[in-house]
């Protein structure tokens, strides 16, 4: 195994204890003394991979949105009309909100402004293009929704309709958020 691949498998260890450690003890009790220790490390090695507590932080939430992105990629796969992918990812956004709240924390708590001033620009950036990659897959799901079930709607334009799309998508991510926020609460 080469020197970088060594690295990432390191980081990706690491980002694996962490979420673990995070769902125990949440942000604010985790110390970088304690990842460390979990994963058999030196702290030089930690930080020699994470910046601060934040950049570890946003490392944990870009592997769980990436394993978010591989489950709703699935669903826009999936045979069955837009609508019915809709309403698969927000039971699955619930499912999820319900049964690791925790790791909807790590997400949520990814997505502060002061998180982002303390993470590496190039660790928020990702993440950032990761919520926007998944944005997009929705986006695509519902305008195939407007195509296929939304009756009235032929007569809109493509800008038109395109509009409609994003409204609906951001109605739907902010139900999803407000889900997740319920079964936190």
């Known amino acids: 195994m080469q020197r970088r691949e060594k690295r990432e498998q390191r980081e990706k260890e690491i980002v694996e204890k962490s979420i673990a450690l995070l769902s ?6 985790l110390r970088m ?6 994963n058999g490390y030196s ?14 932080l946003v490392a944990c939430a870009q592997a769980l949105v990436q394993e978010h992105q591989v489950l709703f990629n699935a669903i826009a796969k ?3 009309p837009a609508i019915e992918k809709i309403i698969t990812v927000a039971q699955c956004s619930w499912e ?10 790590i997400d949520n708590l990814s997505m502060m402004p002061s998180v982002w ?12 293009e990761l919520h926007v990659q998944l944005a997009n897959l929705f986006l695509g799901i519902m305008l195939e929704a407007i195509e296929q ?17 994003h409204h609906l ?5 902010g139900l999803c958020v407000g889900l997740s926020s319920t079964a936190q609460s």
Do not use: C
């Open 43 to 56: 702290m030089g090695t930690i930080y020699s991979h994470f910046e601060s507590k934040e950049d570890l």
């Open 169 to 173: 998508t951001h109605g739907m991510w």
């Open 96 to 105: 999820l909100s319900m049964n690791y709240p925790d790791l909807i924390e």
């Open 33 to 38: 003394a304690d990842v460390a220790k979990e």
């Open 24 to 29: 125990e003890r949440g942000f604010l009790d």
């Open 117 to 128: 001033r303390r993470a590496t620009k190039q660790r928020a950036h990702e993440l950032n």
């Open 149 to 165: 079930s939304l009756s009235g709607y032929e007569q809109l334009d493509e800008q038109q309709t395109e509009r409609l799309a």
């Open 78 to 80: 999936q045979p069955i």
